[in-house]
């Protein structure tokens, strides 16, 4: 058996640390791959030049949608809301259409957004979502998430979101394909995630 010398262990702790982070990476990349296949399996993507996550290398803030014509209404306390900067709620009226509610969520950066806020995101969002503050994880903000349905009952307010530099997007719609619709009209106004 070899003698282990103090270089020896060093440069076994250096190994070690470069596999945990090759590994991390692999599952971060991993989680990525399979939330964008089951995210743009359907036909909701409106454009093909839309993508639901992108930008990753970019920073946004609310004075930069503001600048565009977006209308913050209220800004969230996110105490709670893991490793999150900043969350607001506001509206975006595309050309000729009516104002759209939309929430947008700022952390860090892109891979911040998506290891700790695409898992609150997706609970209040679609078909499924969480629409009473008792059941989700960050209550901030859960009468604005929901609206009412013609049969008397809750709903959700938003129908689905995107993931943009590091700013998660919820989009008001009735289902993922007409608020991917409007997320995309956000961003397209914003000169966001538009490929040429």
């Known amino acids: 058996m070899a003698k282990l010398t103090p270089m020896t262990k060093i440069s076994n702790r250096g ?27 359907s036909d909701s993507c409106c454009d093909p030049t839309f993508s639901k996550i992108s930008e990753p290398e970019r920073e946004f803030s609310i004075e930069y949608f503001e600048s565009y014509g977006f209308k913050t209404a209220k ?26 509610q939309y929430e947008l969520r700022m952390y860090p950066n892109q891979v911040t957004a998506i290891d700790k806020g ?32 013609s049969s008397g009952g809750l709903i959700a307010r938003y129908g689905d979101f995107v993931v943009v530099g590091n700013t998660i ?28």
């Open 118 to 149: 695409i898992s609150y995101a997706d609970e209040v969002t679609g078909e499924n979502a969480l629409v009473r503050s008792g059941d989700t994880r960050w209550p901030e903000g859960t009468t604005d998430r929901r609206a009412g349905a």
């Open 75 to 100: 800004e969230y306390d996110v105490a709670e809301l893991p490793a999150a900067s900043s969350a607001y709620m506001g509206y975006f009226a595309p050309p000729e259409q009516n104002s759209v």
């Open 15 to 41: 190994l070690i640390r470069r596999l945990m982070s090759v590994r991390a990476t692999a599952i971060s990349v991993s989680a990525l791959m399979i939330f964008v296949i089951t995210a743009c399996s």
């Open 169 to 196: 997007i919820l989009c008001e719609g009735r289902d993922s394909e007409q608020a991917l619709d409007r997320c995309a009209e956000l961003l397209w106004a914003t000169g966001i995630g538009v490929e040429g």
